[in-house]
């Protein structure tokens, strides 16, 4: 036994004792500290410092689906992320995000688990859809919790809730600006003023990620409606969540696909899951309220602005036309802020959202 060579060393008696006492209380720790287990995923168990990449079927009896996932299950004890790409098929720097960090990602490297959800909806991505499934019509992202006899969308909502989501200590759901979606890239959680610990953590998890801009959602005394959204499905089960909203026009730019795991890497950071230190960065602009602008006429829209420009109330901001070209009216910003998310594209029709804006008080 180590220890009894450590009395047989001649060294002054105090010094010899400290040294044993240190010896036995560590391995009297070891012994009785639980082992990381295996981490149990759709029938299988994933041994620390392994991985695993399964589809998962989804069959409503017309249609059928798949999700993409890979496990990553670190070598050491931590938490359980969840990051969910792919929710609207047509944004496609969190799927290349998503596919890029999973051939990065070293299980024996990492504390706890990760949950990656490479595409969740495959048929939208397959089909060049913006924001809707072609198997059904409907929007991923407005049917959460879903349904476990519903549609195939809302069985993969239900899927996504219960397989994925409930799974997970921390969820974040990637977005970008799809098809006609000028988008300022920025990071977003809900805010509910009766569970304010859950708020909390999920505001520092948004601000890890390193994004200028912070939005706070909900902003309301509680959250008793159906969840609708992936990441507030999150929220309704009591898991810290946050949103990630970077990319553009449909467009899969390199550089939103940078931004995308750059963010991720840094939440890592902070969770303790992969090891390392955040860079220093600014405090970021948080937006309590933000104002959208809705077009009152169906035709052609010619912004004058771009995301991320500042506005003021008052400026123009873009006009319309109808379908021959004839100028109809003026789109003028209703409050001073920041443009988040706008449309960049000519089509519009009556009750389109034109611009999303988010005041911005001065930083925290």
């Known amino acids: 036994m180590p220890f009894l060579h450590l009395i047989a060393f001649p060294m002054p008696n105090p010094l010899r004792f400290c040294l044993l006492f240190t010896y036995i209380i560590t391995a009297a720790i070891s012994s009785f500290a ?26 409503d009896g017309r249609d059928t689906a798949v999700v993409p996932v890979t496990v990553f299950h670190g070598r050491r004890p931590g938490p359980v992320l969840g990051i969910i790409a792919g929710v609207h098929g047509y944004e496609y720097p969190p799927i290349l995000a998503a596919q890029q960090l999973a051939r990065e990602l070293d299980p024996t490297q990492l504390s ?3 949950i990656l959800v490479h595409v969740a909806n495959v048929a939208g991505f397959l089909g060049h ?13 407005r049917v959460f919790p879903g349904k476990a006899t519903g549609t195939v969308t809302e069985r993969l909502a239900w899927l996504l809730s219960n397989n994925i989501i409930s799974r997970c200590h921390y969820v974040v759901d990637v977005h970008a600006g799809d098809a006609p979606e000028d988008l300022r890239p920025y990071a977003g959680y ?30 309301e005394p509680t959250l008793k409606a159906a969840s609708v959204y992936c990441s507030r499905e999150a929220v309704k ?26 963010a991720l890497h840094r939440l890592l950071v902070h969770l303790r899951i992969e090891e390392g230190t955040l860079p220093a960065s600014p405090a970021p602009y948080l937006v309590t309220r933000r104002v959208s602008i809705d077009s009152q006429h169906t035709g052609f829209f010619f912004p004058r602005v771009k995301a991320g420009e500042f506005v003021y109330q008052g400026q123009a901001l873009g006009y319309v036309t ?9 789109v003028t910003a209703s409050t001073n802020g920041v443009v988040l998310v706008m449309t960049a594209t000519p089509p519009i029709n009556k009750g389109d959202n034109l611009f999303t804006i988010g005041e911005v008080p001065a930083r925290p």
């Open 322 to 330: 109808d379908l021959f070209g004839n100028y109809l009216t003026d």
């Open 129 to 141: 859809s913006v924001n809707l499934n072609p198997q059904d019509g409907k929007n991923l992202n």
């Open 237 to 262: 089960r009591g898991i810290p969540a946050a949103d990630i909203e970077c990319g553009r026009l449909g467009m899969p730019e390199a550089e939103n696909v940078a931004l995308i795991k750059q």
């Open 190 to 219: 809900y805010n509910y003023f009766d569970t304010p610990e859950l708020s909390e953590k999920g505001r520092q998890i948004a601000v890890a990620m390193g994004f200028p801009y912070v939005i706070q959602f909900g902003n």
């Open 112 to 114: 706890g688990t990760i």
């Open 34 to 59: 639980a082992p990381w287990k295996p981490f149990q995923f759709n029938g299988k168990a994933i041994a620390p410092g392994q991985k695993l990449a399964v589809l998962l079927p989804v069959h």
